[in-house]
């Protein structure tokens, strides 16, 4: 049974930092592509970020170029997301995704990834 897991969501000041991890476990995700979704209160979720897992690729949303890293940890399966200057708009729900599949489209189309995480609450005050 596939699991994705999110952890290091917190409450922070406007441009403070945080790292948000997702472990993976039942599934290799040495395929396709894996990403980091949001979704606040009233609005669609958006993807912040993804990683094609085969060629390390990584793609950004414009709001967070420059501000956002995501890597990943092969080893431990784990994918990371360190977020930096962060804003009141940043807040939201934040979700970890995996394409197991190789659904194709563009890496920030929901309907790509076919497992999610529960989610891990970012706040940021100003």
């Known amino acids: 049974q596939v699991q994705l897991v999110e952890s290091g969501g917190g409450s922070v000041q406007a441009g403070g930092s945080l790292r948000l991890s997702c472990a993976a476990s039942g599934y290799t995700y040495s395929s396709y592509y894996m990403g980091w979704f949001r979704q606040a209160p009233g609005k669609e979720r958006e993807g912040v970020a993804a990683i094609d897992t085969r060629l390390g690729t990584t793609y950004y949303a414009d709001s967070v170029k420059g501000r956002f890293t995501m890597s990943q940890d092969n080893a431990k399966n784990t994918l990371h997301l360190q977020m930096n200057s962060l804003k009141p708009e940043d807040t939201a729900m934040y979700y970890c995704?995996?394409?197991?599949?190789?659904?194709?489209?563009?890496?920030?189309?929901?309907?790509?990834?076919?497992?999610w995480g529960q989610g891990t609450q970012v706040t940021v005050s100003a």
């Open positions: 995704a995996a394409d197991s599949v190789g659904s194709g489209g563009y890496w920030y189309y929901v309907s790509r990834y076919n497992y």
